[in-house]
């Protein structure tokens, strides 16, 4: 149970990763900038996902793990965006 629900954050955790750099490259080719705060944006919305999935792991026996495991991979896709828009 426990390999299913790692597989179903990775799988979560990389959409989200994915499609907001797609969604970072469009808007770069279409305006030639990207828009400013995103990273904070990106970064405050990642850390709210984790606490909640934090919180909601640790307080709620019932609920669905499915909605948990999407708490936990949107908190991860998140900083896996913003990490992979670091410079490096």
Same mark, same amino acid.
């Given at each position: 149970?426990?390999?299913?629900?790692?597989?179903?954050?990775?799988?979560?955790?990389?959409?989200?990763?994915?499609?907001?750099?797609?969604?970072?490259?469009? !808007?770069?080719?279409?305006?030639?900038?990207?828009?400013?705060?995103?990273? =904070?944006? %990106? *970064?405050?919305?990642? &850390? $709210?996902? @984790?606490?909640?999935?934090?919180?909601?792991?640790? !307080?709620?026996?019932?609920?669905?793990?499915?909605?948990?495991?999407?708490? =936990?991979? %949107? *908190?991860?896709?998140? &900083? $896996?965006? @913003?990490?992979?828009?670091?410079?490096?």
């Amino acid at each position: 149970m426990i390999i299913l629900r790692l597989f179903r954050i990775a799988v979560i955790a990389l959409a989200l990763s994915s499609l907001i750099a797609w969604s970072q490259q469009a !808007t770069l080719e279409r305006s030639g900038e990207t828009v400013p705060g995103v990273a =904070w944006a %990106l *970064g405050v919305l990642s &850390l $709210l996902f @984790l606490v909640t999935a934090f919180a909601t792991e640790r !307080t709620s026996r019932f609920e669905s793990a499915v909605q948990k495991d999407l708490l =936990w991979g %949107l *908190g991860t896709g998140g &900083l $896996l965006a @913003l990490l992979s828009r670091l410079p490096g």
